[in-house]
């Protein structure tokens, strides 16, 4: 940060030069109607969610016309049955479908052998956040 920035009380602002956009502690970034987060000038938008699974390997439709990259993790702590949650994206032009995710529920193989393998129990709660289009 420049001298300026730091020494004035702001939340929200720009550093000398243009540089650098910062928000500090207690500041807000809002985008307002009709303003828009890019990237390289491709507008970014940003889907969130929670899935109740059903299966070991979930499809969700994000409501994105396509997805970029997503992330999940289990609502509550983990369990031999899941034991841990994947995310991917697919090749979105079939699998899944532009826009889909699909998230993979693991469960712990047991003993001393630490390869995971396809949950057999669902019901469990599973947050997710995509990025795309």
């Not at 699974?53 to 439709?61: E, I, L, S, Y």
Request: charged share 15%.
């Amino acid at each position: 940060m420049t001298a300026q920035s730091t020494s004035m009380n702001t939340k929200v602002g720009i550093e000398q030069g243009g540089a650098r956009l910062f928000v500090k502690a207690g500041g807000v970034l809002d985008i307002e109607s009709g303003g828009v987060l890019s990237q390289n000038g491709a507008p970014l938008k940003i889907a969130r969610g929670q899935l109740t699974t059903a299966t070991a390997a979930d499809t969700v439709v994000t409501g994105l016309s396509a997805v970029a990259a997503v992330v999940a993790s289990l609502e509550s702590d983990p369990t031999d049955i899941p034991f841990m949650v994947s995310a991917q994206i697919g090749d979105q032009a079939g699998a899944p479908a532009a826009g889909s995710i699909i998230i993979k529920t693991w469960q712990n193989t047991g003993g001393t052998d630490p390869t995971p393998a396809a949950a057999t129990a669902f019901g469990k709660k599973v947050n997710w956040i995509a990025i795309g289009a």
